[in-house]
């Protein structure tokens, strides 16, 4: 029996689980939220030594006590992550809109009406999973191609069922792999498109080409983006991601650069770092600090800023 075959009749218990549980309001979902914490954070412990010391080297001048009060913040959060990005299995576009606001998306009105296309930065913060939902908020988004860049997952089951969630607002999911063939498929095209980069993971050490200060610390830095847009000359934009309250995000759009073409060596990448390092220091409980960010040491820098 192919073990996809097996996957499926393994997981389609789940996933009525998920479809069921998704049917839910998300102020009872909350409560389902309240009690996994508790597993999981006294209990299963998940990752619990490596987030307490990403949030203690980031933050050397804080006492234990509020180190800790960060990571008890941050299960929260992430148990809400977690029935926030079920619930898009039945969530409706009304709810959408008013959970995930979205500000100055007629930056990308403006590009695409133009013929032009954008890339995007955006990290591990507040819900992710929710932010596909831009399409919502914008004026041409039938006649612009929505795109997001995505690490498939080992196992197909949930790689499948994360890619139909992540195309519930219409975005066109790419592979790792195949980022820059897609990217330049859209430039030849002639239709506008909108590519978003989750661009706060840990390179590769083959692929490390630039080494910044990010929260205090060296960090590789990924630099394809950078590279990509420079290539291809499309404007580049932040997702500046703000937790208002629970179950409600606001989305500011930022322009990086408008011309990458006109750039210096990992000028863009830099002012990326910047504006995700002062995203995490406005409220640090609502990134992923369950990344192993930084087991890469830096024995010798290629290029380092500070």
Known sequence: MKKETVENILYSPLYLYFWLHALLPLQILYVFSDILFYPLYYIVRYRRKIVFENIRNSYPEKEIKEIRRMEKAFYHHFCDYIVETIKLLHISDDEMRKRARFFDTDKFDKATSEGKSCLVYLGHYGNWEWVPSVTLWMKNSSSVVSAQIYRPLNNKWFDRFFLKLRSRFGSYCIPKQDTLREIIRFKRSGKPSITGFM?????????????????????????????????????????????????????????????????????????????????????????????????????HHIHKTH
Request: aromatic share 14%; no cysteine.
């Open 199 to 299: 661009a706060d993971q840990t390179p590769s050490p083959a692929n490390i080409h630039y080494w910044t200060i990010f929260l205090g610390q060296d960090t590789p830095v990924l630099t394809g983006v950078e590279k990509i847009a420079r290539k291809v000359n499309f404007q580049v934009f932040y997702f500046d991601v703000e937790k208002v309250k629970r179950g409600y995000y606001k989305i500011t759009i930022r322009e990086v650069e408008l011309e990458p073409d006109k750039t210096e060596d990992f000028q863009i990448t830099e002012k990326y770092v910047r504006m995700m390092e002062n995203t995490i220091n406005r409220a640090p409980e609502y990134w992923l600090w369950t990344h192993k960010r930084w087991k890469h040491k830096a024995l």
